[in-house]
């Protein structure tokens, strides 16, 4: 089955970053987009950052582009989240999350969501 | 910049049917939104239920179905049972690979 574990989140002082690392397993991991999702404490979802197979082709959501930094390591089969200068309003479970769609080419930065992890737990 | 809008709360009885939309404040939602479905229950991550309008993943139960119904995504749930009370979210696709969640769904079944 695949897999998804998220670790790195924690209590951060405004201002501060953490950097949120997602281990992924049973799939061929570069030939899938990855995604971060995030949940405020009882709020709705929403979709953060997405990344394609091969690294070079970004997304982030208006609210935090310039302050994360999304990337990801094919040889660990990790996708990571820098998360800086953050703010109160960063407080949320963050989920890793793979796309749907097997992209050979590695160059497509959404498709769909898939499977989600746990999720990791950031409080600013 | 678009929101995507659904209905706060809904109340069905078991065994019976209801239908969940999720609209778009830039229009007719098509098939071009690539609309999914999410189901989340308290404490756990969501689970994708529906991609593209109307695929299920296998573990997605035969009683949940998407389609697309005046202008918004739909998602049908006929035969309602207890485990299916949940929040539930849908997520549209814009240009410019932009991605957006309704603000979901609060399902109670009673």
């Known amino acids: 089955d695949v897999q998804l574990v998220e670790s790195g989140g924690g209590l951060v002082q405004p201002g501060g970053s953490l950097r949120l690392s997602c281990e992924a397993s049973?799939?061929?991991?570069?030939?899938?987009?990855m995604h971060w999702v995030r949940q405020a404490p009882g709020k709705g979802l929403q979709y953060v950052s997405g990344?394609?197979?091969?690294?070079?082709?970004?997304y982030y959501a208006d609210s935090v582009r310039g302050r994360f930094i999304i990337s990801r390591d094919n040889s660990k089969n990790t996708v990571f989240l820098q998360v800086s200068s953050l703010r109160p309003g960063d407080t949320a479970l963050y989920y890793c999350?793979?796309?749907?769609?097997?992209?050979?080419?590695?160059?497509?930065?959404?498709?769909?969501?898939?499977?989600w992890g746990q999720g990791t737990s950031v409080t600013v | 910049q678009a929101v995507v809008t659904q209905e706060p709360s809904l109340t069905v009885s078991p065994g019976g049917t209801v239908t969940l939309t999720c609209g778009s404040s830039?229009?007719?939602?098509?098939?071009?939104?690539?609309p999914y479905w999410f189901q989340q229950k308290p404490g756990l991550a969501p689970r994708t239920l529906i991609y593209h309008t109307n695929n299920k993943h296998f573990w997605t139960p035969a009683r949940f179905s998407g389609s697309l119904l005046g202008g918004k995504a739909a998602l049908t749930l006929s035969g309602a049972q207890p485990e299916d009370e949940a929040e539930y979210y849908c997520l549209l696709s814009y240009p410019e690979g932009r991605v957006l969640f309704g603000g979901g769904t609060k399902l109670t079944v009673l």
């Open positions: 049973d799939f061929i991991f570069s030939a899938y987009a």
């Open positions: 830039t229009g007719d939602v098509t098939s071009g939104h690539y």
């Open positions: 999350v793979k796309d749907d769609y097997h992209d050979s080419s590695g160059q497509s930065y959404y498709n769909g969501l898939d499977v």
């Open positions: 990344i394609s197979g091969n690294g070079r082709n970004i």
